[in-house]
């Protein structure tokens, strides 16, 4: 690693330290009886990807106030929040290869938990008295929700296409990630067409993140360390699923449906699909469709002022593109 | 009714109309997909009590601006989000005589619909532009869900007293009273010894609303319409059974806490308790301790204008001592 450089890996390990001192900050902020709950979901590791956006974005445009690791905490809380529920909701047994939080404490304390999140994630903001950073955030909190939401209406139909799925995961995962960004570029104070590139950048990146998200659902198992072909188990019609559709005849396409309508896949079947999706290409088709958005993210930058912390931003690109688990 | 007065009763069928409109249009603003849920639990009626309290604590301070309709719905959405996921949280297969929503929707989908009015209300604040009132939201938020997880964290044991009630319903139901009058305050523009005057006002008399609903959940049930002595299924320690457990001797308690810890009363056993409780007078006795926060709630009006509005706002105090259901 070059001296000089400002590498993503390299800004992941230093600021590690930093943002989970937040983080434990923020879980010290919420109700008691939830604080232990709230520390199981936040301060487990993870990619830390939305706070670390956060602080780049701030100093890409010249601020670099100590405060920011306090916010940068806000879009992690409710990324967590949001895993928390959607684990409730999914009847999630483990996450990240641990005992899921409502299983660890109980559903009523882990939906509450969860709320809490969302709550103190809203005051955390609220601190930093400006009206266009406390917008940023609910109307992510809004965004997300409603993908979230447009997810389950679409589950176990094959009815939708690539266009509605990109505007489900623009929700789902997309707003959250814009958010990261934008709250940065705001609180650096910087000028409205930066604010804007910051934003899409992380609107774009979000989109893409998902998509290969959704490709590395059929990967191996043993490379990723998450069983493989959830989104077959539970009904998510996902890019990989789209192509392999597209390649089954009337009847068996008549098959598959019922089946995904009703969950019901056996084990075998899953690796069967899933191994033919890995076959044919399918995972990599998929990753070409988020390259598109990874395009779009990078004319972003374009817009940005040549930093070190834009030469970071650049390097999340192939990080989200080549992710292997 | 004589003409020139402004009574609390003529005043909730007047704005009954308009508030529900904005109800409406608020439920028009929620996903698409969990729009029906959000009408279910948010046009379904109910007292509209909060709303009432924004509306009439701004005019009290002399405005009456078209906007303070849509101000009027943010803490009814709050108030209705907390009741989706508290049924959940409860298993609660009824709401208000109805299906509860998630009985009737499905859990994933109510809970979702509970973190989309939740986020709502959030956005719909924030287009006032008053960092106050967005505060204002986001401190109530944090204070309920605290509360609630104070009281789950109560769940079942015997071991605290008046004080620490008092502290949990100060958070589950206080807080967000309080914000309904503070909303209206602060977007009067009103001095701040007003707006903490409307303030503690809402707090003391959502303390005290919330104590009179504890002593109404041993009512007769041919009177209330709801079955009778849920808190005590549930394990709530509420004052009418702290009331109770004081007047047992130790083998009596010892009994009672066993059952208590794990919700195993017969149904004989809860309507026999809930008779010695009215016979005894507990109930009686559990309103008059909401009587304290009454009188405080009175106190503050003195330090408002002399205006109808104050008078609608003296009326509260015994509407909500005196409710029979």
Chains 1, 2 share one sequence.
């Not at 936040?42 to 920011?68: E, H, I, Y």
């Not at 009847?91 to 103190?120: I, K, Q, Y």
Request: charge should be negative; aromatic fraction near 6%.
């Amino acid at each position: 690693m070059r001296e000089q450089d400002l590498s993503l890996n390299r800004l992941f390990e230093e600021e590690r330290p930093r943002i989970q001192r937040a983080l434990e900050e923020a879980v010290g902020l919420l109700p008691a009886p939830v604080r232990e709950i709230g520390a199981y979901v936040l301060l487990a590791g993870g990619k830390r990807l939305r706070p670390l956006m956060t602080l780049v974005s701030a100093r890409l445009l010249g601020c670099n106030a100590p405060d920011l690791y306090r916010l940068c905490a806000v879009p992690e809380m409710i990324h967590a929040a949001s895993l928390l529920h959607d684990d409730i909701l999914d009847e999630a047994d483990t996450r990240r290869g641990r005992v899921s939080a409502h299983t660890r404490f109980g559903l009523r304390p882990a939906l509450l938990a969860g709320d809490a999140m969302l709550a103190l994630a809203d005051c955390e903001v609220t601190v930093f008295e400006r009206a266009d950073m406390v917008e940023c955030v609910s109307d992510a909190m809004m965004r997300t929700v409603a993908g979230e939401a447009h997810e389950i209406a679409l589950q176990g139909s094959l009815s939708h296409g690539e266009e509605e799925y990109i505007d489900m995961v623009t929700g789902k995962t997309g707003w959250l990630l814009r958010a990261s960004c934008r709250l940065g570029a705001l609180y650096a104070g910087a000028e409205a067409r930066l604010v804007s590139a910051l934003s899409d950048f992380g609107l774009y990146a979000g989109i893409a993140f998902q998509i290969v998200d959704d490709a590395l659902d059929f990967a191996d198992a043993s490379v990723t360390g998450k069983p493989c072909g959830g989104d077959l188990r539970e009904g998510k019609f996902t890019p990989p699923l789209m192509h392999y559709v597209g390649g089954l005849n009337e009847r068996e396409r008549a098959a598959f449906g019922e089946k995904f309508a009703t969950g019901s896949f056996s084990e075998e079947e899953v690796a069967r699909i899933a191994a033919i999706i890995r076959e044919r290409g399918y995972d990599r088709a998929t990753r070409s469709l988020a390259d598109g958005y990874l395009r779009r993210a990078e004319t972003c930058l374009a817009m940005l002022p040549e930093t070190p912390e834009r030469n970071v931003l650049r390097e999340v690109i192939p990080f989200i593109r080549n992710r292997e688990k």
